[in-house]
């Protein structure tokens, strides 16, 4: 929704310092379909998602559901570079090889004390797919189940450690997704290769990581 944000900040906030963080592509589609599967929500596998994905656009789908198009990024990063004055934008996998590096240029670039560290210990939304529906369906409905216990928990252990209590109780009903098909992958691999070419042209970062269909077969 980037045509209507990007004059939304500039009507409410002017030029702010805008940061943007992308993840591959590839990855970023299936783990989207896996936090809807995770949702309960989504009910195809992921290839008759993929093929689902035009006429859930010509219903109205959200944008998460766009499981394909989620991930065409070069139009939107330049879009923002040419309202913003200032726009930083980091990579996921700078995130997973050193968050505490990513989080210290997040700082200098809002002129904010980079010598902080802040504990990137803890990990939130953490995706992975239900062993057990009926238990996972406590966590993602009914919503006033999940206001009573997000009340009764903060007033008995505090805010954060309710929030870590309750990530680990969800956590151990997920288990890891299956590995994306081989021919699936590959075939998105190529879907983004332009948008790819022309996103680092945008951000002059390299991302071969991106384009790698090898690296990307070992990693699935």
């Not at 993840?23 to 970023?28: M, N, S, W």
């Not at 559901?65 to 879009?79: D, F, I, N, P, S």
């Not at 990137?120 to 062993?131: A, L």
């Amino acid at each position: 929704h980037f045509e209507r944000t990007i004059a939304s900040i500039r009507h409410y906030i002017g030029d702010p310092r805008i940061i943007i963080i992308l993840r591959d592509p590839v990855e970023r589609a299936y783990s989207a379909y896996n936090f809807l599967i995770r949702e309960g929500s989504e009910t195809l596998c992921f290839e008759k998602a993929l093929i689902a994905e035009e006429k859930r656009r010509e219903l109205g789908y959200r944008h998460m559901w766009l499981y394909r198009e989620g991930g065409l990024y070069a139009h939107r990063v330049r879009a923002f570079q040419e309202s913003f004055s200032r726009v930083q934008v980091l990579l996921f996998d700078d995130l997973r090889a050193g968050a505490n590096t990513l989080v210290k240029s997040i700082f200098t670039f809002l002129d904010v004390d980079p010598s902080v560290i802040p504990d990137t210990t803890h990990r939130f939304n953490v995706s992975g797919i239900p062993r057990w529906n009926y238990l996972n369906n406590l966590f993602v409905r009914p919503k006033r189940l999940h206001k009573m216990a997000r009340t009764i928990g903060s007033a008995v252990l505090g805010s954060n450690r309710w929030i870590r209590l309750r990530d680990r109780l969800r956590l151990a009903v997920l288990r890891k997704p299956g590995r994306m098909n081989r021919e699936t992958a590959l075939s998105l691999r190529r879907y983004y290769r332009t948008d790819i070419l022309n996103l680092q042209d945008c951000i002059h970062k390299d991302l071969g990581n991106w384009l790698d269909e090898r690296g990307l077969l070992e990693n699935i």
